[in-house]
């Protein structure tokens, strides 16, 4: 048994402009976990985010989406941090992730930000790379065959093929939230794998 996840972040950019966008695919995951957890956001200013909290078998949880701008994630997942006492290892950040195809997603510990600027900000802000990442994948417009810079890119709607594809990885992930709550990461990994064939 690992130290058991207990802050979620989801990574995205705030108001209706975004909300639609490959880069906010994070924000999609929390707001669908916080309905399955009967909670609601409420914006915290100290904490540079709008916040849900919740009960699971194994304790409070808590849900977060910055209301800075993705660039600086870091300043409320620090907040955040500093307030409840959490470790990194007590973290999790969920994002879009260009490396991966619609309707793929990883779990990892650890590791470098790959040009993603939400991480880069919680790695900097932290100090530390040591907290676990749900990437949520969204193509490469390379991939897809699209000239659009990849700043673009992210920052557009998904096509339907590709928003059908990250809607179905969306609910699986649903169902394996509830073992990196009881730090059954194993389990989990092996439900996400399962899926990702």
């Known amino acids: 048994m690992t130290t058991p996840v207990r802050l979620i972040v989801g990574l995205g950019n705030p108001g209706p402009k975004y909300e639609a966008t490959r880069h906010n695919a994070g924000f999609w995951l929390v707001d669908h976990y916080a309905d399955d957890l009967s909670t609601t956001f409420t914006e915290e200013?100290?904490?540079?985010?709008?916040?849900a909290k919740a009960r699971s078998d194994e304790g409070v949880v808590i849900l977060a989406k910055p209301t800075t701008y993705m660039n600086r994630s870091g300043q409320a997942v620090g907040a955040l941090m500093r307030f409840y006492k959490f470790t990194p290892a007590q973290v999790l950040?969920?994002?879009?992730?260009?490396?991966l195809a619609p309707g793929q997603a990883k779990i990892k510990r650890g590791g470098g930000h790959a040009g993603h600027n939400g991480l880069r900000d919680i790695q900097s802000a932290l100090g530390s790379t040591d907290?676990?990442?749900?990437?949520?994948?969204?193509?490469?417009?390379?991939?897809?065959?699209?000239?659009?810079?990849?700043?673009?890119?992210?920052?557009?709607?998904?096509?339907?093929?590709?928003?059908?594809?990250?809607v179905s990885a969306i609910q699986r992930l649903r169902d394996i939230l509830p073992h990196l709550l009881a730090g059954e990461f194993e389990a989990a990994t092996r439900l996400l794998h399962a899926g990702n064939r």
Not at 93 to 99: A, T
């Open 131 to 166: 907290f676990w990442r749900l990437r949520i994948g969204i193509g490469h417009p390379r991939v897809a065959g699209l000239e659009q810079p990849v700043a673009s890119y992210v920052l557009h709607v998904p096509r339907p093929d590709e928003l059908d594809a990250m």
């Open 45 to 51: 200013k100290p904490f540079f985010s709008s916040v």
């Open 93 to 99: 950040v969920v994002h879009d992730e260009l490396d």
